[in-house]
């Protein structure tokens, strides 16, 4: 138990659907992160959000749209995906601190399939 | 960003130790060094972090060399639980850039 809940655990859903993926947090940390792990490739950062503000996005297809409502809140949500899109979201959070190493606590992930 | 290379794959015996190499040549001055690990079906957790000097905590050890091209992540004893996917990550200090950019790591296999 990490401290990092993720909800669903898993989701199956039609390319036409829409849907959200909902991270929350209960360390006291003012960052969170949405990373996508394909099967047989690396994790791949999607965003981030620090202090509530985004200030990472890389280039992630408008189809997912993240959500930082407060600083113990993730969302990311899901419209028009497509096949590919199926994989492992994982969410994490830290404290980010001037000058320091920043450890993450990762979630259990999401496991999203596309249909 | 910096590189890290790992192997793609190690095997090591119950109860022995182990030691999952890193190489990092490009590695820059404000760059710490991170070891995550991914226990299959689990997000990933850390495990230790250094910048210079050799560090030790209760899942593992880590030794740097002192040109810091290069690190060791020690597994002083392994079990069955610690078979996962070692991954070797470079993290800069500087402020508003804490991106983990994670690579394909080392499959650790224990053999019981």
């Known amino acids: 138990e990490t401290g990092v809940t993720q909800t669903p655990r898993h989701l199956v859903m039609g390319m036409t659907n829409k849907k959200s993926l909902k991270c929350e947090q209960h360390l006291g940390h003012n960052a969170m992160y949405w990373y996508k792990q394909s099967a047989k490739k690396p994790l791949e950062l999607m965003f981030v959000y620090s202090l509530e503000e985004r200030v990472e996005n890389n280039s992630v297809p408008s189809r997912f749209s993240p959500e930082c409502p407060n600083s113990s809140h993730l969302f990311l949500h899901l419209h028009t995906l497509q096949p590919e899109d199926s994989a492992l979201y994982l969410c994490?959070?830290?404290?980010?601190?001037?000058?320091?190493?920043?450890?993450?606590?990762f979630g259990p992930g999401t496991r999203l399939t596309v249909l | 960003d910096a590189k890290t290379t790992q192997p793609n794959s190690m095997e090591s015996n119950e109860e022995e130790p182990v030691h999952l190499p890193c190489n990092h040549s490009t590695i820059s001055g404000t760059d710490y060094i991170h070891w995550y690990r991914q226990l299959p079906s689990q997000g990933p957790e850390y495990v230790i972090h250094g910048l210079t000097s050799n560090v030790n905590n209760r899942m593992a050890s880590l030794a740097i060399a002192e040109d810091r091209k290069s690190s060791t992540l020690i597994l002083h004893r392994a079990t069955l639980r610690d078979a996962a996917v070692y991954y070797c990550?470079?993290?800069?200090?500087?402020?508003?850039?804490?991106?983990?950019?994670f690579g394909t790591g080392t499959r650790l296999t224990i053999i019981p």
């Open positions: 994490a959070s830290s404290r980010i601190v001037a000058g320091g190493p920043n450890e993450q606590f």
């Open positions: 990550i470079l993290l800069s200090t500087n402020f508003g850039n804490e991106k983990l950019t």
